[in-house]
């Protein structure tokens, strides 16, 4: 490697190998409340989402907050299965052509979570995890408290070609369980709650989260009114 000010070459042994990272935090909040976050879906987001969840449960979690702020998607199955986990039985998502024929359909068992639950979203909300927070919404399993989401709700194609190239083409759109497009559309929030202008939404200081505050009110509301 060669380095600007520096005369000799740099040496580094490098080595290759397939990289994981998490994409699952997960803590306890105000001694009740379970909070999980997804940065994103990828081959293993359910498992670590599944291992979050069993671990809060057991520490006796009065409520959940499920943070799904800029989560730009990835795997619709992963998401699927999430969704699954969430909801009770009935349509998560479902996917439909230019001539409204439906392609795919994806549904959720009867298992479900039953404690509050509270779905932060933003405008980089896109995608899979839109899909998440749609059906939730549209099953009335939870409130989305945030802003409106991005709005990516497209199925694309490669469609080869001889020499080699290819071309993406667009086939379908995702629609959520009352039938939505969320495609240049998104979805509103439950609760519009805005941060301060001066706030990077990817790095928010815990004390100024007003999103995550009302989350927590939600939660312990829902929460009292069910003792």
């Known amino acids: 490697i060669k380095r600007e000010n520096i005369d000799e070459l740099l040496k580094f042994e490098l080595v290759r190998d397939d990289i994981r990272s998490n994409t699952v935090e997960n803590e306890l909040m105000d001694g009740s409340i379970g909070y999980i976050k997804i940065t994103s879906f990828d081959a293993n987001t359910y498992d670590e989402f599944k291992t979050a969840l069993d671990n809060l449960k057991a520490q006796g979690i009065k ?5 799904l702020r800029n989560n730009p998607g990835g795997s619709l199955y992963e998401s699927v299965r999430i969704a699954d986990e969430i909801l009770g039985q009935g349509l998560i998502v479902y996917t439909e052509d230019k001539n409204k024929n439906k392609l795919e359909e994806y549904y959720s068992d009867e298992n479900k979570i039953n404690i509050p639950l509270a779905v932060l979203i933003n405008e980089n909300s896109a995608s899979a995890s839109e899909i998440v927070a749609g059906a939730i919404q549209d099953h009335k399993s939870g409130k989305l408290i945030g802003t409106k989401t ?38 509103e929030p439950d609760i519009n709650v805005q941060l301060k202008e001066d706030i990077n939404p990817f790095n928010i200081p815990r004390d100024s989260d007003y999103q995550l505050f009302e989350a927590l ?3 312990k509301s829902s929460a009292e009114a069910e003792i």
């Open 150 to 187: 991005f709005g990516k709700g497209s199925v694309q194609q490669v469609t080869p070609f001889e020499d080699g190239t290819g071309m993406k083409l667009t086939i379908a759109r995702y629609h959520i369980p009352s039938g939505r497009c969320i495609d240049g559309i998104g979805i």
């Open 217 to 219: 009110k939600v939660i």
């Open 63 to 67: 409520g959940l907050i499920l943070d």
